[in-house]
């Protein structure tokens, strides 16, 4: 096994971070709790998770500052020291949004979250300690911990890449669910009684069904943020929340309504046929 895949274990196990951790993570869903800004931070608008997009400005600035550090000369300077400061002022959303994104993950994800955010923090505090060696005449000691800082900064790359492609945090989890095409029978019509969720087996792939009067949606029972049961949700106002999240989709289309979800949920169409509900995925979805 790799040595560095190896010292991430070691660092998912260990439970004394969850003592800063969860109140860490309970003070932050308190201040990004309004929809608007749950919404903008979770990618919600965009269509998909906002903070790796962001991440490629503060690293790809202070990458080129480093370079300018390394192999520029005295007529690079400006430029490095802007690319500096430009690193430093999109780091603040970016932070904003990872953050969002990491208060939702529980266990070992939420604990490798921790040193990767705080892996962070400590690269964007040596940068701003190096602009202002910069600013004060300093350049030697401006461009020391620029280098720290971006020696730091790979170490928090490197638990973020974990968390995406090895944890799969924020990852899409419909992408690969895919009910038939053709329309299969799933259940009797007197089984799905009025104003309640009842999960379905589709070939293979479960799906969430709800009677609205003489209408039936039907989505995909799986949550699309972090895999929660929609069938243990709560239906209000023709949308239906996940209890694990809060992520909120219309029954109807799918559509979100409330973030932390980026991609809409899977809709599925049901007929009623002969007594029994028949269901297919939607041609759209």
């Not at 503060?58 to 007529?75: F, H, N, R, V, Y």
């Not at 790359?157 to 990852?171: A, D, E, M, T």
């Not at 559509?255 to 995925?281: C, F, H, K, L, M």
Request: hydrophobic share 40%.
């Amino acid at each position: 096994m790799n040595v560095l895949h190896q010292v991430v274990e070691k660092l998912e196990d260990l439970e004394i971070l969850d003592k800063v951790a969860e109140p860490y993570a309970a003070i932050v869903h308190r201040v990004y709790k309004p929809r608007f800004l749950r919404n903008v931070l979770s990618g919600t608008y965009l269509g998909h998770p906002l903070h790796p997009l962001l991440t490629d400005l503060p690293i790809g600035a202070w990458s080129m500052a480093t370079l300018l550090d390394t192999l520029g000369g005295e007529a690079s300077e400006p430029a490095a020291d802007l690319l500096v400061l430009a690193g430093i002022t999109t780091a603040i959303p970016t932070a904003a949004s990872g953050s969002n994104d990491w208060s939702d993950t529980q266990g070992k994800e939420r604990r490798v979250g921790l040193v990767h955010a705080l892996s962070n923090s400590t690269a964007v505090s040596l940068y701003v300690a190096s602009l202002i060696a910069r600013k004060k005449g300093n350049r030697q000691a401006g461009k020391v911990l620029g280098l720290a800082g971006f020696g730091v900064l790979t170490i928090g790359g490197y638990l973020g890449g974990h968390l995406s492609y090895s944890k799969g945090v924020n990852v899409n989890r419909t992408a690969w669910r895919e009910g038939p095409s053709e329309w299969q029978a799933v259940l009797a019509e007197a089984e799905l009684s009025e104003g309640n969720l009842r999960k379905v087996d589709l070939d293979g792939v479960s799906v969430v069904l709800y009677r609205d009067g003489r209408q039936i949606h039907a989505l995909d029972s799986v949550c699309s943020h972090m895999g929660g049961p929609l069938e243990e949700g709560t239906v209000s106002d023709g949308c239906v929340t996940c209890p694990w999240h809060g992520s909120t989709f219309r029954l109807s289309d799918g559509g979100i309504v409330r973030g932390p979800a980026s991609n809409p949920q899977p809709v599925y169409e049901a007929r009623v046929t002969d007594g029994g509900i028949e269901v297919r995925r939607s041609p759209d979805s």
